[in-house]
């Protein structure tokens, strides 16, 4: 079956650092990956996606590579700011499922 | 204008009692999805409805029923409450058969068990 894993936190930076979020897949045929955020208190909300291998998904300064070679789409920033403070998820569609199968999150906190 | 809207957003109830969760969406979607989050955060995939249709049920005990009156709405009914079943619910939308396109969330409803 499908599964998704990523680095557990807490991943505690301060502001303006350099973040990686790693993510690995497993999942049969090319499925689409996502990431999710949560801020404190609300639901989940489309970070990026990219739905074929070399795909680059970018949005709000953040970015992930589908890397099929690797089954990875590690979720990096050049510089954080404190708003990033949340928990991402990294997420999979397809391989014959059609619901979302989520890693366990990782909870990032950034300190000014 | 809320996309997918559930209802309520907190539910506090004992054990053994009945509850239901309601869920909407505005985007014309033909699937929608149930998912639960526990307390570590982990979230699993309950229940994806298609037409009216059941797809998946992800080993969920029978106590958890979804009940889709029509492709805006998929409710969720809980019968018999457990102290296990407090986590938050989300529900989903997404147009359906397009692996590529995102699921878009409701915010959540947290419900708790006393």
């Known amino acids: 079956g499908n599964s998704v894993t990523q680095m557990e936190g807490p991943v505690t930076l301060s502001e303006e650092a350099f973040l990686t979020i790693n993510c690995t897949y497993t999942?049969?045929?090319?499925?689409?990956l996502f990431w999710y955020v949560q801020y404190p208190g609300e639901g989940l909300q489309l970070l990026l996606k990219?739905?074929?291998?070399?795909d680059k998904g970018s949005n709000k300064g953040f970015e992930a590579t589908y890397r099929k070679e690797t089954t990875s789409f590690h979720l990096e920033k050049g510089s954080v700011q404190v708003s990033d403070s949340a928990v991402y998820f990294c997420?999979?569609?397809?391989?014959?499922?059609?619901?979302?199968?989520f890693g366990k999150g990782t909870h990032l906190i950034i300190q000014p | 204008d809320t996309a997918v809207s559930q209802t309520p957003k907190y539910l506090v109830t004992q054990m053994g009692n009945d509850k239901s969760i309601k869920c909407e969406q505005n985007?014309?979607?033909?699937?929608m999805y149930w998912y639960k989050q526990d307390s570590k955060k982990f979230l699993k995939i309950m229940f994806s409805?298609?037409?009216?249709?059941?797809?998946i049920n992800e080993t969920v005990p029978n106590r958890f029923s979804p009940k889709s009156p029509d492709k805006a709405h998929l409710n969720l009914h809980i019968n018999s409450l457990e102290l296990g079943d407090s986590a938050v619910y989300f529900c989903?939308?997404?147009?359906?058969?397009?692996?590529?396109?995102?699921?878009?969330f409701g915010d959540g409803t947290r419900l708790s068990i006393l």
């Open positions: 989903a939308s997404s147009p359906p058969g397009r692996a590529n396109q995102p699921q878009h």
């Open positions: 999942a049969t045929g090319y499925p689409s």
């Open positions: 990219a739905t074929k291998a070399d």
């Open positions: 997420a999979l569609r397809g391989g014959g499922a059609d619901g979302l199968t």
């Open positions: 985007l014309g979607h033909d699937t």
């Open positions: 409805y298609n037409n009216k249709e059941l797809i």
